[in-house]
């Protein structure tokens, strides 16, 4: 089951050059031959079908996590996005162009950020990448001057502006890359993996970034991560993929709901001997005087279990915990759901 | 270690094509200089021809053009990792670098040579003898490439990117190893001054052993050159662990 | 005309960043002009050592001979120089900077030259040029206005022609990879086998040579210059073949290019 839930999209006519940040994925197929040594001269040839039938619809302004385990066709979607690949079947449109035909025009209007891989010039100044990236976008001077100055403001870069890139720490060079990224106004954002290795104060930065960022410019996002606090915190919608296939599109609250339909509550009892025995809730873990008490949210409300456990046992001290959208998604991948 | 070096099969192809393409041109055009004399520094023509073939034949093996893998993790740093190991720091890289001879070995070098053996005749050994000390004269020639090519790589401790270096010594090497012109058809005075330098036994001292030109003479004279240039490519090391420049990020 | 004009802008400005970078390392710069020099000098060493036996190497006296290698050395020095990095995609997709180039609005092609552009690379030029100097100095030609305004002519034909070769052999790479190091046999070979005269090698690889057309980087011309016989036959009409060649070439090789990225962004890596 893919690409069914209740998102608005914007559908691109052909020829309306406005800003159009829909991304349409229709019925994509993307398949490798993938050679491999059998042995000592043999070589057994494998198709892998990296993506399948993929369709998906992200609407303007948007900001969509995809997430999935490794190998799942993250990276293979990113790149027909941008244009690096080319579908075997199916048809991509990012602001109403086909990247394949029109790679120069597509490139124009998305900036990417590769987590892994630096699109910055590595013995300059970080200065002057972002001047060359204003020539090879043809940014016109006053805008990309006003560009810059916001970003270097909001992610605080003056410091070390005039550092060869080479030598940036992680989180400085990332704040780079993500600035180079947008200072040529893209409708569209890709970001690979853009928080890997980055402390937690960059992490935030980069974070508060992006929403500023999508909610002040209308920045359609679409962002790959395995930091599943990534996509808690910035993302409304979530799309998980995995072998290729959607296994769910829709909000984090949705995957919640439909995956990980549980809440536990956490109580610190007076007497650490005291037994629960509830009719709608489970104690699945158990240390001194703590309870973890797990019910599902559609039999019962946090405030019927608080109020069956008061009426056998004292407590303390309460918590109410959501799943962890990491056990979650752990789960999801396991048990290869389509539902 | 082996198992760094197995290359695709298509690279092996690569380096047996282009071989057999430069021993062609240089065969050819040393044909055309014989067209006017008998012997030139006492080779003839067949000695000439073979000469190229053969040489072209082994040059990857003894990878000449080759940067060691050290002068990358000089450049970025990395080197310092190795430097902590329990190893003896030149040992590791020549074995490492036998490894690689050891691999590439004579698949590459038939090529050539069996290409050029239909088309002109060449100068194959008579006796086992020979053989036997071409082949220790290879390995030989392998470990004086091997020093030359440490302790260039160990210059990168100084310089922050020795690739010129590199260039430089892969060319010097090859110039008067004898590859582009057979060193005995240097003029008397350059010749001598050739004789004197560790490039001739990479490459012309083997493949006069192979012609059967010269003996165990030639193999001492290598195995004195490889001993001088460990030595040195130790005393260097020395020096430069007494320095160690981190570079990167 | 005005896209060409701004993508001009362009290049220029990655060039200029280039050299700048260059620049940095200074030492290692010097040390690859000096290598380069060093290199070149050796290979017209060679020559000339050649020459310490014979009086005349397959019909060429030395001076001629050395302005065939001046030619073949000048024309192969400045393509590496404007098209090198193309024929050396292999690293650049090994290592996955390739997608970097797709992602940006310009054309592949032209990235590569002027991201990668390696101004030390001009080592390999300092000294085939002076030589070329000398060469066109003692050679004994009949210097009509003709002969001498066909002498930019040629090497920027022969330039382009050995650009398409590395162009071709870079194109391989998209394919498979060791694809071009095999490819570069033609384009390493080539700049060989033009430094000596062409009546060197015999037969069928004198067929070979035409098929890929290196005898049209300095050795038609040049017997044309000089007024010398040659194995081809069209001599004559060498000043307006080799241009018309080159073209071709180029031409080729452009179809090549974009046939491959097509093919690699279809297959991934």
């Known amino acids: ?339 | 270690m082996f198992q760094r070096f197995s290359t695709y099969r298509g690279a092996t192809v690569a380096g047996a094509v282009i071989g057999t393409t430069f021993g062609f041109l240089r065969a050819y055009v040393l044909v055309a200089v014989y067209r006017h004399h008998e012997t030139i520094g006492s080779f003839d023509a067949v000695d000439a021809v073979t000469f190229t073939f053969v040489s072209q034949g082994f040059l990857p093996t003894i990878g000449i053009w080759g940067r060691l893998e050290l002068s990358d993790r000089i450049r970025s740093g990395d080197v310092a990792t190795d430097l902590y190991r329990p190893l003896h720091f030149q040992s590791y890289w020549l074995a490492q670098d036998l490894g690689r001879f050891a691999f590439e070995g004579l698949a590459r070098g038939m090529v050539p040579v069996a290409a050029g053996a239909l088309a002109f005749s060449l100068r194959f050994p008579t006796g086992r003898g020979t053989w036997a000390l071409f082949a220790i004269a290879l390995v030989l020639a392998e470990v004086v490439s091997f020093g030359l090519r440490y302790l260039v790589a160990l210059i990168g401790f100084w310089v922050l990117d020795n690739r010129g270096f590199v260039q430089f010594g892969g060319f010097l090497t090859q110039f008067f190893g004898g590859v582009i012109v057979p060193v005995s058809f240097f003029p008397a005075g350059l010749e001598g001054a050739c004789r004197l330098l560790p490039f001739q036994a990479v490459v012309q001292l083997p493949v006069e052993v192979f012609l059967g030109r010269q003996g165990a003479g030639a193999l001492a004279l290598q195995a004195v050159w490889a001993a001088a240039l460990l030595v040195a490519g130790n005393a260097l090391a020395a020096r430069a662990m007494h320095k160690v420049v981190v570079q990167g990020g | 005309m005005g896209e060409v004009v701004a993508r001009a802008a362009i290049y220029r400005r990655l060039v200029g960043a280039r050299v700048r970078a260059e620049f940095q390392y200074r030492v290692s710069f010097a040390a690859t002009v000096v290598s380069q020099c060093a290199a070149t000098v050796l290979d017209m060493v060679a020559i000339v050592v050649l020459f310490t036996h014979v009086p005349v190497l397959a019909g060429w006296t030395l001076p001629e001979a050395l302005f065939l290698y001046a030619t073949s050395a000048v024309c192969f020095g400045l393509s590496d120089v404007l098209v090198g990095p193309a024929g050396k995609v292999n690293w650049f997709i090994k290592f996955g900077w390739f997608d970097r180039v797709l992602i940006r609005p310009l054309g592949t092609l032209g990235q590569l030259a002027c991201d990668e552009f390696a101004l030390r690379r001009i080592g390999k030029l300092i000294q085939p040029l002076v030589v070329l100097a000398i060469a066109l100095a003692t050679v004994p030609v009949d210097w009509t206005p003709l002969r001498v305004a066909a002498v930019p002519v040629l090497i920027a034909s022969g330039t382009a022609l050995f650009g398409g070769l590395w162009v071709l052999a870079g194109s391989a790479s998209f394919w498979t990879l060791e694809s071009q190091e095999v490819a570069h046999t033609f384009t390493y070979g080539g700049s060989y086998l033009t430094q000596y005269p062409l009546d060197v090698v015999s037969g069928w690889l004198r067929r070979v040579v035409v098929v890929v057309p290196l005898a049209f980087v300095n050795y038609l011309p040049a017997a044309w210059l000089l007024g010398k016989p040659e194995f081809v036959g069209v001599g004559r009409w060498a000043p307006v073949l080799s241009p018309l060649v080159a073209g071709c070439v180029v031409a080729l090789a452009g179809l090549s290019w974009r046939t491959g990225v097509r093919h690699y962004r279809s297959t991934g890596s």
């Open chain 1, 1 to 339: 089951m893919s690409g069914e839930h209740g998102v608005r999209a914007t559908q691109a006519g052909h020829g309306v050059r406005a800003t159009q940040a829909a991304i349409v994925l229709e019925d994509v197929t993307k398949e490798f031959v993938v050679r491999r040594r059998v042995g000592r001269v043999r070589r057994e040839r494998t198709v892998v079908r990296a993506v399948e039938s993929l369709s998906l619809t992200i609407g303007e302004g948007e900001m969509v996590g995809y997430i999935g385990p490794n190998g799942a066709g993250k990276s293979t979607t990113i790149k027909m996005l941008t244009g690096i690949l080319v579908p075997a079947r199916g048809t991509v449109r990012v602001g109403g162009l086909d990247p394949q035909r029109h790679r120069i025009a597509t490139t124009r209007r998305v900036g990417v950020v590769f987590g892994q891989r630096s699109q910055l010039w590595w013995d300059l100044p970080l200065r002057d990448s972002f001047d060359l990236l204003r020539w090879v976008y043809r940014v016109a001077a006053e805008r990309h001057r006003a560009n810059l100055a916001a970003f270097v403001d909001l992610l605080d870069l003056g410091p070390f502006l005039d550092t060869p890139v080479r030598q940036l720490s992680l989180g400085q060079r990332m704040r780079g890359e993500i600035t180079a990224a947008l200072l040529h106004d893209p409708a569209m954002l890709y970001l690979d993996e853009p928080t890997i290795g980055l402390d937690v104060m960059s992490k935030a930065r980069v974070r508060d970034f992006l929403t500023a960022v999508n909610r002040d410019r209308g920045t359609t996002v679409v962002l790959t991560t395995h930091d599943l606090d990534d996509v808690e915190q910035l993302c409304s919608r979530l799309v998980v993929i995995d072998r290729g296939r959607i296994l769910h599109d829709g909000t984090v609250a949705e995957v919640r709901a439909r995956f990980a339909p549980y809440r536990t509550l956490v109580v610190d009892l007076v007497d650490e001997r005291a037994r629960l025995a509830l009719p709608n809730a489970v104690v699945v873990r158990s240390e001194g005087r703590r309870r973890w008490v797990r019910f599902h949210r559609d039999e019962a409300s946090a405030a019927q279990v608080v109020a069956a456990i008061v009426a056998v046992a004292d407590i303390v001290d309460l918590s109410v915990e959501e799943p962890d959208i990491e056990e979650v998604v752990r789960d999801m991948y396991l048990a290869g759901a389509t539902a």
